[in-house]
């Protein structure tokens, strides 16, 4: 059933080219994730500092679906690979990717994704499940990237920079997910988006 829904996504979508009022909607949310996602808030355990950018992330691929979600995650990681300040406290560089935070910007990928495809549902538990599973793949990514970079087993690495995060992650996902419900009927009300 859920591949289903993706084949015939990319079935409609293969033919369409980006226009102008996409591109612009793509760049104002990879300005929005990029700026939201270098603001640091909170606690930091093993350089993994406690970010928006899980909020944000969920946020983009609930608003905006699969394609364009995840384009615009694509878009933050290669500014923020070029050198541009857009990773957390400021940063950028492709030595952050390598570093101890680099598995979570990778895995953001999954977590914009899959919160963009459960949008081709209609059930609410659904979609927040699927934006929780890509967050559960992004933490998965994260924790892996962390016990490799801090040469440490992955259990150990899963328990200080994974755990610690998932109760915040998780309130994350739910908040973006009704966040981007409130932004997709104003963005659908002013003709912005369809």
């Given at each position: ?129 699927l934006g929780i599973l890509g967050l ?59």
């Amino acid at each position: 059933m859920f591949f289903h829904h993706i084949q015939t996504m990319d079935k409609n979508s293969k033919n369409k080219k980006l226009d102008i009022k996409d591109m612009a909607i793509i760049s104002l949310f990879a300005a929005l994730v990029s700026v939201l996602s270098a603001i640091p808030v909170g606690f930091n355990i093993l350089g993994v500092p406690a970010t928006l950018q899980t909020f944000i992330i969920a946020f983009v691929g609930y608003t905006l679906g699969a394609k364009k979600g995840t384009f615009v995650v694509f878009i933050y990681i290669l500014l923020g690979a070029i050198g541009l300040p857009v990773f957390n406290g400021f940063n950028g560089g492709f030595g952050v990717i390598l570093g101890v935070t680099g598995g979570f910007i990778i895995g953001f990928i999954f977590l914009s994704f899959l919160a963009g495809c459960s949008m081709q549902f209609k059930n609410i538990f659904i979609r927040i499940g699927l934006g929780i599973l890509g967050l559960l793949t992004c933490h998965v990514t994260g924790a892996f990237a962390a016990s490799i970079y801090l040469d440490m087993p992955l259990l150990s690495a899963s328990s200080a920079v994974s755990f610690p995060y998932l109760p915040k992650d998780i309130l994350s996902v739910v908040l973006g997910y009704f966040a981007a419900i409130a932004v997709r009927k104003a963005m659908v009300s002013a003709k912005i988006y369809s």
